[in-house]
T-cell receptor, first 115, second 110 residues
């Protein structure tokens, strides 16, 4: 059973640099979500895709953030000109829309540290 | 999305039942109650969800009050591996993104 895979697990970068994270969802899942989590807080929704269409974006997703899911399979989340406040765990989740018992499957996340 | 209220922390002895409460007094008629948990350094894991009937699966039971303003997650025989942050969330099933609160840190003690 291949779950949701995220790469890299850890990323350390300097302020002002660009970073990109990748998420590979469960293969038959048509929905993909990005969340961000800071220490001691629950995950915060950033954006989600149904197939390749980005259907919703949180106001947390500033113009420095961009997410893509070009072929409706894997997704990338890019942060441009990183700031220290971007330091967080970035979580990806996937689900299959259409099931009455829809549930999210999360990856293990990418821990970003901005120095 | 309706807001939920959970105690910040709870303790439970290994082998005993863990009962985690959640208040969601502003829940609307089409919102489900979801429970997820997050073990340290991992992503959240789905446990169970329900609308108005009680639900049971291999992991836990979910008891929802008749007025749907509160619920309880029951882990019938807690083990050390159940130590985690437990999140109670309300939301619609379809087209929804979930709004996590701060959850309850459950510590299972030997």
């Amino acid at each position: 059973d291949t779950g949701v895979s995220q790469d890299p697990r850890h990323k350390i970068t300097k302020r002002g640099q660009n970073v990109t994270f990748r998420c590979d969802p469960i293969s038959e899942h048509n929905r993909l979500y990005w969340y961000r989590q800071t220490l001691g807080q629950g995950p915060e929704f950033l954006t989600y895709f149904q197939n390749e269409a980005q259907l919703e974006k949180s106001r947390l997703l500033s113009d420095r953030f961009s997410a893509e899911r070009p072929k409706g399979s894997f997704s990338t989340l890019e942060i441009q000109r990183t700031e220290q406040g971007d330091s967080a765990m970035y979580l990806c989740a996937s689900s299959f829309e259409g099931s009455r018992r829809e549930k999210l499957f999360f990856g293990s996340g990418t821990q970003l540290s901005v120095l | 999305d309706a807001k939920t209220t959970q105690p910040p922390s709870m303790d439970c002895a290994e082998g005993r039942a863990a009962n985690l409460p959640c208040n969601h007094s502003t829940i609307s008629g089409n919102e489900y109650v979801y429970w997820y948990r997050q073990i340290h350094s991992q992503g959240p894991q789905y446990i169970i969800h329900g609308l108005k009937n009680n639900e049971t699966n291999e992991m836990a039971s979910l008891i929802i009050t008749e007025d749907r303003k509160s619920s309880t997650l029951i882990l019938p025989h807690a083990t050390l591996r159940d130590t985690a942050v437990y999140y109670c969330i309300v939301g619609e099933t379809s087209g929804s993104r979930l709004t996590f609160g701060e959850g309850t840190q459950l510590t299972v003690n030997p």
